[in-house]
Structure formats: C-alpha cells, structure tokens
C-alpha cells in the first residue's frame, strides 16, 4: 500500500484560499484515481475531488468552481487549491489513493489536515 501525508490546512478568513498537497511514498503514476475528501465530527466523509491517471476530473457539486485538483506524477503529489472559501468548507481533509479503481474505501487513505475558515 502506498503512504499518504498530507500538508497545507489551516486557518483561513472567509473567502480566502489554501492549497492542499499529498505526498505519496512511491509512484503514484499507475494509480487509477487520486483525491481529496473531507469530513467533520460525527459526519461521514465526503468527495472533494478526484482526479484519474488520464487526468480526468470530478468534483462535489459545493465546491465546483472554487476549487482545483490536480497530480503531478513525477512529484508524486496530488494538490487541491481551495479559493473563495466559506465556513461550510470547515472539515478535515483527507487524501486517498484508489489504485485499481475499486473506489476510494478499497484505497490508502492520510492522516488528515484541518481546515478552518472562520473571521
């Protein structure tokens, strides 16, 4: 299985930005999906984005528009950059890897970052 970490939550105002990135222990080039969800106390986690080894793009309806998935194979890196941030985005982020396309559960999953937007 491959190691996820995750960098980059914090405290954020309203409609402010922050990036997001996943540092994967080993190639993450054959690996069908890479992506980011999120969930807060006693919630499940939810769908960010994802994003396939084609480059293929999906995201949560509430964040299309604000926020960007992308994969930079040859730094075995997956990043989200999160803009016009609002208090609902407040949760804690996770990566995942989904290698064989068998959705995210079957995949590694990170510790997880906080993220917190309030004024």
Partial sequence: QVQLVES?????????????????SRSISSIYAMGWYRHTPGSRRDLVATIT??????????V???????????????SLQMNSLKPEDTAV??????PYGLG????????GTQVTVSS
């Fill in 64 to 78: 299309k528009g604000r926020f960007t998935i992308s994969r930079d194979n040859a730094k075995n890196m997956v």
């Fill in 53 to 62: 080894s084609k480059g293929i793009t999906n995201y949560a309806d509430s």
């Fill in 93 to 98: 982020y996770s990566c995942n890897a989904d």
């Fill in 104 to 111: 995210s559960e079957a995949g590694s999953w990170g510790q």
């Fill in 8 to 24: 980059g939550g914090g405290l954020v105002q309203p409609g402010g930005s922050l990036r997001l990135s996943c540092t994967a």
